[in-house]
């Protein structure tokens, strides 16, 4: 975009003596010509020279020289930024700029390599962290280590797993970090670092996940607690573990919405399952409301529970669990034994009225919608029209 002097070009005289040429009014660039990574070209043999107090006429890029103007115009002020000429080539940024910018922006942390995961059929990861170049002597590997920390949680304690990385023989430039099913993680997110030589944990990138044993997983029937560790990719495209440590628990399986209710079917694992099974929906922040209660079909660990929505209308939140017999402590239901880490966004089921002999008329009527929580736990959503 080329530089604009105001007013149309006229032609005229007075008293024989020519006017002086016109003064070029520089205007700004639009937002559309500068990106952020691409800084605003520096003046070049094209550009229009800013007004000086000896002005030259002005240089068109065609070959029609402009004419005088029959009075002289008013000066501008020169603008702080020189706008690109039309056709010129904008340079390549230079050190000086992106640092200028980046001194205002908050400096991002230093990220570590990538590391490739493979989960086993019995719960165990290992990681494949493949450096980018040697890190130096082969000492410097001695005391190499992936670092597994937790978030902190309401308590604000974190808690670290440091797992020894060793190279690989068969694949030089990589090394190799297990997490046996056996070691307990607790539940929550643990981000993923990588330490080199005593140096600072560097967030490690995630590569390639390979959880095709996570999907369909049978637990052992004689274990005394459950661990389900599924790596992921943060938002910030960092790499972290989702754990699970639960025994005994009560996986959900198909959901099937029905006019004023909900058919769930599940199994459960590390108890028995009697004939006084319930399903109980427990409002949250409930203040002691009593639970609704629904009978469970069961053969063997399999259990079906049909929920009636009419039951709800007090809360609008109710998490769903399965209590095994009578006097057995209930099992909160959920969904952890796949490759999904996060299921709130991905699994969706559609509303239904509360009554099921009301019809929905211009959303007035209370619905209420099955869904699972950021813990990947079954719960129901209740809304109301007012």
């Known amino acids: ?178 997490l046996p099913s056996t070691v307990q993680l607790g539940e929550g997110r643990w981000n993923a670092f990588l330490v080199l030589d005593g140096g600072e944990p560097r967030r490690l990138v995630p590569g390639v996940n390979d959880l095709r044993s996570l999907v369909d997983r049978t637990p052992r029937a004689d274990r005394t607690w459950l661990g389900v560790r599924i790596p992921y990719a943060t938002k910030h495209g960092n790499l972290s573990v989702r754990s699970w440590l639960r025994w005994p628990h009560a996986e959900a399986g198909a959901l099937r919405v029905m006019d004023g209710g909900l058919v769930l079917c599940g199994r459960l694992y590390g108890a028995e399952l009697a004939e006084t099974a319930r399903l109980e929906a427990r409002a949250r922040r409930g203040g002691g409301a009593a639970p609704v209660l629904a009978e469970v079909a069961a053969e063997g660990a399999e259990f079906t529970a049909v929920l009636p929505y009419h039951g709800l209308a007090g809360h609008p939140l109710w998490d769903l669990w399965l209590r095994p017999a009578e006097d057995a402590e209930a099992v909160r239901i959920a969904r952890i034994l796949d490759d999904v880490p996060d299921k709130k966004r991905i699994f969706t089921y559609p509303a239904q009225p509360l009554d099921p002999g009301i019809a929905p008329a211009e959303g007035r009527t209370a619905t209420a919608t099955p869904y699972y929580t950021l813990n990947n736990d079954l719960a129901v959503r209740v809304d109301h029209p007012y």
């Open 1 to 178: 975009m080329s530089a604009t002097s105001t007013g149309s070009t006229m032609a005229a005289t007075a008293k024989g003596r020519a006017t002086p040429p016109p003064t070029p009014l520089v205007t700004e660039p639009s937002a559309m010509e500068f990106s952020a990574v691409e800084p605003p070209a520096a003046e070049s043999a094209t550009a229009e020279t800013p007004p000086t107090e000896a002005r030259t006429p002005e240089r068109a890029p065609g070959p029609r020289t402009p004419e005088p103007r029959a009075a002289e115009p008013r000066t501008p002020e020169p603008r702080a930024a020189e706008p690109r000429a039309a056709g010129a080539r904008a340079p390549a940024p230079t050190d000086a700029e992106p640092r200028a910018a980046a001194g205002r922006a908050k400096k991002p942390a230093q990220r570590g390599p990538r590391a490739d995961c493979t989960a086993d059929i019995a719960g165990g990861l290992t990681f494949d962290v493949r450096l980018p170049a040697s890190p130096g002597p082969a000492g410097d590997l001695a005391d190499a280590a992936l670092l597994l920390r937790s978030r902190p949680g309401k308590s604000g304690v974190s808690e670290t797993v440091r797992l020894p990385l060793v190279p690989v023989e068969e694949d030089p430039g990589t090394l190799r970090a297990a």
